[in-house]
C-alpha cells in the first residue's frame, strides 16, 4: 500500500475518489471469533489527524498487519522538505489512527542528519524475528544519489537500527521503492535509470541486502510509485506515471501464480499506458506501445532465457550498464 501525500506536512491523501469503504472482511475479528466488522468509510481528500488530534505525517506510506493492528509507516518533514523521522502510527479499522513512535530520526545516522528519505516500507522477516524497512534516501540538497537505504527492528514501532544506503550491486539508481514478502521469499521493486525503469530484486535471506537483480519491468516507460500485491491466483503491480504532482493514469500489470518455479512464466498482462507520459518518446506525438515482461511462475521473477520485450520508445543512453 502506498499512499503518496504533497510534501510540506498537509498530510492529505491523494486519491481518485472522495470516499472509500473498506470492508475488513477477516481481517478484523469482532466480538465473536471469525465474525467480520461493519464496514468502515474512510473519507480520503482530507486533513488526517491521530487519536489525539494533530496532524497525520506519514507521507509516501506504507502499511504492515500485525496481530490486530495495521502499522501505517511514513515519511516526516522538516519545514524545508527534509527528513525529520519515519513515523508510525496504528489503527484496527484504517481509519482511526494512534501516533506510535518516529522509529527513525535524524540522529539514527550521520548521513541521516541532512537527508531526504522516502517511501519507507517495512516487512517481518520470521526467520531473523526482524522487521526490516526499505527507503529512497538523498543527500537533502539534490536527488542525484538515488539510494537505496535499510534499517530493521526487533519490534514493529520500536527504534529501528539504520544499516546504511547504497545503488543496488553498486551501479543501478534506487528511487521510489516497494517490497513484496512471497511467502517468504522478499523483493524490493525501485525505479531506477532516472526513472526510466522498474527494477525487482530478490532479497537476501536477512532481508537486508538484494541478491540478484531478476527483473526489469516495464523498461523505458518512465514509472514510478510500485505496488506489489496478490489476490487469489493472480499478482498485480501498479505504477503511476512520472509526471511530478500532475495527475496521470495509473497503469497495472497482473500474473497468473503457479507453484511450478522450473517452467517459464505466462506474460504479464499490462494495462494501455498513459498518453499524458512526461518523456516525449523521442519526441514522437505518438503514445508508446506497452511493454511486457516474462517471468518465471510462482513469483515476481523473470526467466534467464525470456528477455524483457521493451517499449518501441527507445530513447536511452547506450552507455547505461545491462542489468547485472
Not at 530493521?152 to 517490497?179: C, E, K, N, W
Amino acid at each position: 500500500m502506498g499512499w503518496k501525500t504533497r510534501p510540506g506536512g498537509t498530510g492529505r491523501l491523494l486519491a481518485a475518489g472522495l470516499a472509500l469503504t473498506v470492508a475488513l472482511a477477516a481481517t478484523v475479528l469482532g466480538p465473536a471469533a471469525g465474525a467480520l466488522a461493519a464496514p468502515v468509510t474512510v473519507t480520503n481528500g482530507t486533513q488526517f489527524t491521530d487519536t489525539t488530534g494533530a496532524v497525520v505525517h506519514a507521507h509516501g506510506g506504507g502499511v504492515l498487519k500485525v496481530g490486530d493492528y495495521y502499522y501505517w509507516f511514513g515519511e516526516n518533514r522538516n519545514p524545508d522538505n527534509t527528513f525529520r523521522a519515519v513515523s508510525v502510527y496504528r489503527s484496527t479499522d484504517l481509519r482511526t489512527w494512534e501516533f506510535r513512535n518516529n522509529v527513525l530520526t535524524q540522529s539514527s545516522a550521520a548521513e541521516l542528519r541532512v537527508s531526504n528519505i522516502e517511501r519507507p516500507k517495512v516487512i517481518y522477516n520470521a526467520a531473523t524475528g526482524r522487521f526490516v524497512m526499505w527507503m529512497h534516501k538523498e543527500n537533502g540538497s539534490d536527488y542525484n544519489e538515488a539510494r537505496a537505504a535499510v534499517a530493521s527492528s526487533s519490534t514493529v514501532d520500536g527504534a529501528y537500527t539504520y544499516h546504511g544506503s547504497f545503488r543496488p550491486f553498486g551501479q543501478h539508481m534506487s528511487r521510489d521503492i516497494t517490497l513484496y514478502n512471497d511467502n517468504g521469499t522478499a523483493y524490493m521493486i525501485s525505479a531506477a535509470d532516472d526513472n526510466y525503469d522498474l527494477n525487482i530484486y530478490r532479497l537476501t535471506s536477512d532481508y537486508l541486502n538484494v541478491a540478484t537483480l531478476v527483473g526489469n519491468f516495464w523498461d523505458g516507460a518512465h514509472r514510478e510509485a510500485p505496488a506489489m500485491f496478490k489476490r487469489g491466483s493472480t499478482y498485480f503491480l501498479l505504477t503511476s506515471g512520472a509526471t511530478g504532482w500532475s495527475p496521470n493514469q495509473a497503469r497495472y500489470a497482473t500474473r497468473p501464480a503457479s507453484r511450478d518455479r522450473g517452467a517459464a512464466g505466462p506474460t504479464w498482462a499490462t494495462a494501455p499506458r498513459s498518453t499524458r507520459s512526461r518523456r516525449s518518446c523521442c519526441r514522437s506525438r505518438a503514445p508508446p506501445a506497452p511493454a511486457t515482461s516474462i517471468w518465471v511462475t510462482g513469483g515476481p521473477e523473470r526467466g534467464a532465457a525470456q528477455p524483457t520485450t521493451p517499449s518501441t520508445c527507445g530513447c536511452r543512453s547506450a552507455s547505461r550498464p545491462p542489468p547485472a
